[in-house]
C-alpha cells in the first residue's frame, strides 16, 4: 500500500515508518525540515518537506496514498493549543478532501473524550471532533496513554535535586505506553480494514508514580528515589525554571490535575482496556538508564 505518515522521524513516526516499510509498503514521510531529507530517506521512505499547516502542501503529500497517518506535533511556540490543534485538524481535513483519501489513522490520547480541563489533550479532543466530521472519510482514533519517554524531562530533576516529582501523590495511577507499542498499534490498524468513526486505546503498562520512581531508581542505581508531590503552584514553577514557557507550564499542571482525578482513565477503563504492549516498565527503565547515564 501507499501510505503518507505525519509527524517526521519523530517518537512515533519514526518506528512507524520503519516498520511500515519493513512489511513492503510506499511510504512518504511528512517533515518540516529540509535536514531531515537524508534520513527519511535512509530509512526507505520518500521525504516530503513542508508544513502540515499548509493544506496545499498537504494535499500533494496525500496524493496516492491509501492511508495517511495524522498527528498534532507538539509545539511551544503557540499560545492557545486547543486553536494551534484545530487549525491542523482542519488543514488535514482540507488535504484529506482534496486528495481523495478515503482512510486515516489519527495519533489522538487518552483522556481525548473529555472535553477541557485536561491541558493540550483538549487540542487532541478538538481535532478528533473535526475529523470526525468528514463524511465518507474512514477515521481511527489511537488513544495512547502517557508515553514513558515522558520521563526524561524529569532527568534534570532527579540530577539536580535528588527526586522525582509533580503535582500528584506518590500513589497515583498511570497508565504508560512506549512509542514503539504505539506504532505497532497503528501499523496493525493501517494494514487492516477498519470503516466508520472509531476509537482504539493502547497502553503497554500501568503504575503509580512512586513504583515507576522506585524502577527508574532501581535501573540508575538509586534505588531509594523517591517521588515527592508538589504544589500545582510549585510544579509550575519548576517547570518554568527548567525552561518551559509560562502557557505550557500551566497547561502542563492543568493535565497532572487531570492525572490525580483520574478523569483521563475513565473510557479507557470503560472500554475494557488492558496493557497488551510488549514494552513494560522494567524494560523501559533500562532505555532510562542509558539515557539518564549518557
Ligand atoms: N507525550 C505523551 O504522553 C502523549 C500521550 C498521548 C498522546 N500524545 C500525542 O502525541 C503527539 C506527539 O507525537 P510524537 O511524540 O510522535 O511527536 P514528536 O516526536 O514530537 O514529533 C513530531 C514531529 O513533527 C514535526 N513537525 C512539527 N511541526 C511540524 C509542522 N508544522 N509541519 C510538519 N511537521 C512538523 C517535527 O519534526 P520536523 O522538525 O522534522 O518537522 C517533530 O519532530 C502529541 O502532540 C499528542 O498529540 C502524546
Redesign the pocket.
Given at each position: 500500500m501507499k501510505i503518507t505518515v505525519?509527524?517526521?522521524?519523530?517518537?512515533?513516526?519514526k518506528p512507524l515508518a520503519k516498520q511500515l516499510i519493513a512489511a513492503g509498503h510506499e511510504v512518504t514521510v511528512?517533515?518540516?525540515?529540509p535536514d531531515?531529507k537524508a534520513d527519511i530517506e535512509a530509512l526507505g521512505a520518500t521525504a516530503a518537506i513542508g508544513?502540515?499547516?499548509d493544506a496545499e502542501f498537504l494535499s500533494s503529500a496525500f496524493s496516492g496514498a491509501d492511508v495517511v497517518y495524522t498527528?498534532?506535533?507538539?509545539?511551544f511556540a503557540v499560545n492557545d493549543y486547543r486553536k494551534y490543534a484545530s487549525d491542523l485538524a482542519h488543514s488535514y481535513a482540507a488535504a484529506i478532501k482534496s486528495a481523495g483519501i478515503k482512510r486515516i489513522v489519527n495519533?489522538s490520547?487518552?483522556g481525548a473524550d473529555v472535553d477541557g480541563g485536561t491541558g493540550p489533550i483538549a487540542g487532541?479532543h478538538d481535532a478528533e471532533q473535526i475529523l470526525n466530521a468528514m463524511p465518507d472519510v474512514a477515521v481511527k482514533h489511537i488513544r495512547?496513554g502517557?508515553?514513558y519517554v515522558?520521563l526524561y524531562a524529569n532527568i534534570g530533576m532527579i540530577k539536580n535535586l535528588g527526586f522525582n516529582g509533580a503535582n500528584y501523590s506518590a500513589d497515583t495511577r498511570l497508565v504508560l505506553v512506549h512509542?514503539n507499542d504505539i506504532a505497532a498499534v497503528i501499523a496493525e490498524e493501517i494494514s487492516g480494514s477498519f470503516t466508520g468513526k472509531s476509537v482504539r486505546f493502547v497502553s503497554s503498562d500501568e503504575s503509580t508514580a512512586g513504583a515507576v520512581t522506585t524502577a527508574l531508581g532501581v535501573a540508575i542505581g538509586q534505588p531509594d528515589l523517591k517521588w515527592v508531590e508538589f504544589t500545582t503552584e510549585q510544579a509550575i514553577g519548576g517547570m518554568i525554571q527548567a525552561g518551559v514557557p509560562d502557557y505550557f507550564a500551566h497547561l502542563y499542571a492543568e493535565m497532572y490535575t487531570a492525572i490525580n482525578t483520574g478523569i483521563l482513565w475513565t473510557a479507557y477503563d470503560a472500554a475494557g482496556t488492558k496493557p497488551t504492549g510488549k514494552t513494560k516498565l522494567a524494560d523501559f527503565a533500562k532505555e532510562f538508564a542509558i539515557v539518564y547515564g549518557a
Open positions: 505525519t509527524g517526521s522521524l519523530g517518537n512515533i513516526s511528512v517533515s518540516s525540515n531531515k508544513s502540515i499547516g498527528m498534532v506535533p507538539p509545539s495519533l490520547s487518552i487532541m495512547p502517557i508515553f515522558n512509542p
